[in-house]
């Protein structure tokens, strides 16, 4: 479950959303069955046999649910704001999200924590959760993915700063490769008050991270 720190907002119109949980994007299920169908052949393996035999229809399906946020705009999110006189920090902690790496098409996961200084403009705290939804289910990585979410934030509610940092278990790095299952990758990216003032990124790390 998400955690929200100092945060003077409205409820939302709805629950924080499961990772991911957008509509299924429209792909070519037939190409991707014989795609799979294939992979199983190259790696030796026999498509026809019981247990495989569903499995490129299942990988199909699979893959319009986990990249449902493709053709998504995730601005769509926070074009609903309240006008709220408040002036200090709002700040929706562990945020859980899946996503997948565009380097080897194997998943990682964890947690993004979004804060953000209004300038007179708030929006629900279920919004924030929907744009990590949105962003994350694509092929992706984990940089870019927090540079996105802190310019979406930044540039559609105007505010006077956005901090976002994302920690994350990345599969390619802990089930192949180096294998270090305990391996955590830790990106932020800070805009306005939270990258100009050390303070109030100070702040945000200690309620982040509870230090």
């Known amino acids: 479950m998400s955690k929200t720190t100092r945060a003077a907002v409205p409820n939302d119109d709805g629950p924080s959303p499961r990772s991911c949980d957008l509509a299924p994007l429209p792909v070519d299920h037939e190409r991707l069955r014989r795609a799979v169908r294939e992979i199983l052949i190259a790696v030796g393996e026999d498509p026809d046999r019981e247990g495989l035999l569903d499995t490129p229809d299942r990988v199909a399906r699979m893959y319009a649910e986990i990249f449902a946020g493709l053709h998504t705009d995730p601005a769509i999110y926070l074009q609903k704001t309240f006008t709220q006189k408040h002036d200090e920090m709002v700040l929706v902690k562990d ?79 802990t089930i192949r490769g180096v294998r270090k299952p305990a391996a955590m990758t830790i990106t932020s990216s800070m805009r306005g008050g939270f990258l100009d003032n050390p303070a109030t990124r100070a702040e945000m790390m200690a309620l982040v991270f509870g230090k």
């Open 95 to 173: 945020i859980e999200f899946s996503s997948m790496c565009e380097h080897h098409l194997l998943p990682f996961s964890g947690k993004a924590h979004i804060a953000y200084l209004p300038n007179g403009q708030i929006v629900g705290l279920s919004k924030l959760a929907r744009v990590v939804d949105a962003v994350a289910c694509r092929p992706q990585v984990q940089e870019r993915m927090t540079e996105n979410i802190a310019d979406l934030v930044m540039t559609h509610l105007k505010a006077r700063g956005v901090g976002v940092v994302i920690e994350a278990s990345h599969s390619c790095m």
